[in-house]
């Protein structure tokens, strides 16, 4: 079983209403459960020892009291999963946990514009049959540290190829989507999904599962 939080206290995205019902026929048709939220008070270690996984989808601001960051922390430790998409790293920007998590904060981004990612793991690209160079468009984010370079290190599944947009401030290594092992749990994080179009494309769906698959321990394709 999954949880779906998209609580938004800072900027709202048109698009979680087109994630939702992305990732409700993703869970179908994978055969798990999900369930949707938007409501912090659902963070409490009895509830959240429910789930395999919870999926950050487009959250913003600060969500959070004590009590639930506390909670959600818990869970991590004891072996749960957390899927960050999009503005997952615009959300917590004060709880330095949260930040160690998904691995890297927002800073920003230029317009919305077509640009080339790079899977860089072959076995990813393989398992998941994603193109090496996958052209596509959205709203490209520029983090504030390079997860790959920052304690804690996280492995970069696709990275974001400056030369093919406008507006890239991380130079020749601009990570975009990367998991790591995380406090006891797993964690997984895609800057892409800003736009409703994104939860129409197989590729991006595809790469969406992957996630889940990896931070829940799930084995089904």
Request: aromatic share 14%; glycine share 8%; no cysteine.
């Amino acid at each position: 079983m999954i949880l779906v939080f998209s609580k938004t206290t800072g900027y709202r995205h048109a698009s979680i209403k087109d994630g939702i019902a992305a990732l409700r026929a993703l869970a179908a048709e994978h055969k798990v459960e999900a369930v949707f939220t938007e409501d912090a008070a659902d963070f409490t270690a009895e509830n959240l020892a429910k789930y395999r996984a919870v999926v950050f989808l487009s959250t913003s601001g600060t969500l959070f009291n004590d009590g639930q960051r506390a909670a959600f922390e818990q869970y991590i430790r004891a072996g749960g999963g957390y899927v960050g998409i999009h503005s997952a790293s615009d959300t917590e920007y004060h709880w330095p946990w949260y930040g160690s998590l998904v691995g890297a904060y927002f800073h920003e981004h230029p317009a919305i514009q077509q640009a080339t990612v790079d899977v860089e793991d072959a076995a990813y690209a393989k398992v998941w049959q994603l193109p090496q160079h996958w052209v596509r468009s959205d709203e490209w984010y520029n983090f504030r540290s390079n997860p790959r370079t920052a304690a804690p290190h996280v492995h970069v599944l696709i990275s974001l190829d400056e030369s093919t947009y406008h507006g890239g401030t991380m130079g020749t290594d601009h990570p975009l989507a990367w998991q790591h092992e995380f406090d006891g749990g797993r964690a997984w994080y895609t800057g892409m999904g800003h736009t409703s179009e994104s939860y129409a494309d197989p590729l991006f769906l595809r790469h969406l599962w992957s996630g889940i698959a990896y931070a829940g321990k799930f084995t089904n394709k």
